[in-house]
C-alpha cells in the first residue's frame, strides 16, 4: 500500500495475457479523511447473474441500469448504516483500511479459481508506458473503486448514476462472493436520478442517517413482499411496510419502485408502530427471477430499499421476508 497524502490499495490482476493494475482509494482528500468501508460476506444480489455472465478484461458499462453497473443507492446492494469509518493505516493487524482489504485479497489469491470483479473507471492501455506500481508493459488499470456520486465540491463534476465502484470476489469452489464497497463521508446518499449530485435540501452526508425532519431514511421500511403469487398472471403482488417512527405518516405520493425503474404510487396514512400490506399496480413488476423494491416519500427520496435473488422468489405463494 502506498504511504502517499492520497494512498491507495494497489492490486495486480490478469486476464488472459494482459495485467492491470486496481488502485483502490484508503484515504479520502476531503475531510473527514477516513473512508466508510462495508465487506459483505456471502453476498447475494440479484446483479450477480450479469456480473458473472462478464468476459474478462476491461468491459465498458452502460449507465441506463439495465445492465451489471453498480449503483449503492438505487441498486440496493446494501443498507447504508452498515458502512463504518476506518482508519487508513494504524499499526498492529486487522485493524486498518489496508489490513481489510489484504484479508480478502489474499484470500482470493490462495484460491487459483477464484475471479475478481472490479469496477470504477479505467485507463489504458499504454503502449509505452510502464506501469509506476508493477512495472508491466502495456500500462493498464482501473480506479475510482469506490461510490461516485453525491460529490462535494471540485468532486461534483465526477457524480452520475450507475456508476458506482467497488470489488467483488467470487470463489467458484463453494459458488460464494464478497463484494467491498467504499464510499467517502463527505458524499451524500440522496442524489438526483439523472445528475448523481447532492440533493441540496439533504445536506448531511455519512453512512448513519441524520437526525430531523429532512431526512427520509427508513422512517419506513419495506419488510416483506409477495413477488410470486399463487395463480397464472396478471398476479396480485404485494409489499409489507412497517412505520417504525413514532407519528403517523402521509403516504401520499410516496412511490414503489422496481427493478426497471418502474413506480406505483402510494396513498393513505400510515399509524406510528402500524404495518401495511399495499397492492403493487402497473408498470411495477416484482419479478420472479430477482429484483429490486425501492421505497421513496413524496419529494422522491429515498425512504428504504431491499433487493432479492431469484431462489428466494421461486416458490410460489411465499412471502419474502427482509
Given at each position: 500500500?502506498?504511504?502517499?497524502?492520497?494512498?491507495?490499495?494497489?492490486?495486480?490482476?490478469?486476464?488472459?495475457?494482459?495485467?492491470?493494475?486496481?488502485?483502490?482509494?484508503?484515504?479520502?482528500?476531503?475531510?473527514?479523511?477516513?473512508?466508510?468501508?462495508?465487506?459483505?460476506?456471502?453476498?447475494?444480489?440479484?446483479?450477480?447473474?450479469?456480473?458473472?455472465?462478464?468476459?474478462?478484461?476491461?468491459?465498458?458499462?452502460?449507465?441506463?441500469?439495465?445492465?451489471?453497473?453498480?449503483?449503492?443507492?438505487?441498486?440496493?446492494?446494501?443498507?447504508?448504516?452498515?458502512?463504518?469509518?476506518?482508519?487508513?493505516?494504524?499499526?498492529?493487524?486487522?485493524?486498518?483500511?489496508?489490513?481489510?482489504?489484504?484479508?480478502?485479497?489474499?484470500?482470493?489469491?490462495?484460491?487459483?479459481?477464484?475471479?475478481?470483479?472490479?469496477?470504477?473507471?479505467?485507463?489504458?492501455?499504454?503502449?509505452?508506458?510502464?506501469?509506476?506500481?508493477?512495472?508491466?508493459?502495456?500500462?493498464?488499470?482501473?480506479?475510482?473503486?469506490?461510490?461516485?456520486?453525491?460529490?462535494?465540491?471540485?468532486?461534483?463534476?465526477?457524480?452520475?448514476?450507475?456508476?458506482?465502484?467497488?470489488?467483488?470476489?467470487?470463489?467458484?469452489?463453494?459458488?460464494?462472493?464478497?463484494?467491498?464497497?467504499?464510499?467517502?463521508?463527505?458524499?451524500?446518499?440522496?442524489?438526483?436520478?439523472?445528475?448523481?449530485?447532492?440533493?441540496?435540501?439533504?445536506?448531511?452526508?455519512?453512512?448513519?442517517?441524520?437526525?430531523?425532519?429532512?431526512?427520509?431514511?427508513?422512517?419506513?421500511?419495506?419488510?416483506?413482499?409477495?413477488?410470486?403469487?399463487?395463480?397464472?398472471?396478471?398476479?396480485?403482488?404485494?409489499?409489507?411496510?412497517?412505520?417504525?417512527?413514532?407519528?403517523?405518516?402521509?403516504?401520499?405520493?410516496?412511490?414503489?419502485?422496481?427493478?426497471?425503474?418502474?413506480?406505483?404510487?402510494?396513498a393513505g396514512r400510515l399509524g406510528a408502530g402500524e404495518t401495511a400490506?399495499?397492492?403493487?399496480?402497473?408498470?411495477?413488476?416484482?419479478?420472479?427471477?430477482?429484483?429490486?423494491?425501492?421505497?421513496?416519500?413524496?419529494?422522491?427520496?429515498k425512504v428504504d430499499g431491499v433487493a432479492y435473488t431469484s431462489d428466494?422468489?421461486?416458490?410460489?405463494?411465499?412471502?419474502?421476508?427482509?
Amino acid at each position: 500500500m502506498e504511504t502517499t497524502d492520497t494512498p491507495h490499495y494497489q492490486i495486480r490482476l490478469r486476464a488472459g495475457a494482459v495485467e492491470y493494475r486496481a488502485a483502490v482509494n484508503v484515504r479520502s482528500q476531503e475531510r473527514p479523511p477516513e473512508l466508510l468501508y462495508l465487506a459483505v460476506d456471502n453476498f447475494q444480489h440479484p446483479i450477480l447473474e450479469r456480473v458473472a455472465a462478464l468476459a474478462d478484461g476491461f468491459t465498458e458499462l452502460s449507465s441506463d441500469g439495465s445492465g451489471a453497473a453498480l449503483d449503492y443507492i438505487r441498486g440496493n446492494l446494501f443498507q447504508r448504516e452498515m458502512m463504518r469509518p476506518v482508519p487508513t493505516a494504524e499499526p498492529g493487524p486487522e485493524n486498518d483500511l489496508g489490513d481489510f482489504l489484504d484479508h480478502y485479497v489474499q484470500k482470493a489469491l490462495g484460491d487459483a479459481d477464484a475471479r475478481a470483479y472490479v469496477f470504477g473507471q479505467a485507463w489504458g492501455p499504454e503502449p509505452t508506458t510502464k506501469d509506476k506500481v508493477f512495472g508491466f508493459l502495456p500500462g493498464n488499470g482501473v480506479h475510482d473503486v469506490h461510490m461516485n456520486q453525491g460529490n462535494s465540491g471540485r468532486f461534483a463534476d465526477d457524480d452520475g448514476v450507475f456508476q458506482d465502484g467497488a470489488l467483488l470476489l467470487h470463489f467458484p469452489g463453494s459458488d460464494s462472493w464478497v463484494a467491498i464497497f467504499l464510499a467517502f463521508q463527505s458524499q451524500s446518499f440522496h442524489t438526483d436520478d439523472v445528475t448523481g449530485h447532492t440533493v441540496p435540501e439533504i445536506p448531511a452526508p455519512g453512512p448513519a442517517p441524520a437526525p430531523g425532519p429532512d431526512e427520509p431514511d427508513h422512517l419506513v421500511r419495506v419488510v416483506a413482499a409477495l413477488v410470486n403469487p399463487v395463480g397464472p398472471a396478471p398476479e396480485h403482488e404485494t409489499v409489507t411496510l412497517l412505520n417504525t417512527s413514532p407519528g403517523e405518516i402521509d403516504l401520499s405520493g410516496w412511490q414503489i419502485v422496481d427493478r426497471a425503474g418502474n413506480r406505483s404510487a402510494l396513498a393513505g396514512r400510515l399509524g406510528a408502530g402500524e404495518t401495511a400490506r399495499v397492492a403493487v399496480a402497473p408498470p411495477v413488476q416484482l419479478g420472479n427471477r430477482g429484483g429490486t423494491i425501492t421505497l421513496l416519500d413524496a419529494r422522491g427520496l429515498k425512504v428504504d430499499g431491499v433487493a432479492y435473488t431469484s431462489d428466494q422468489s421461486t416458490r410460489e405463494g411465499w412471502t419474502i421476508k427482509f
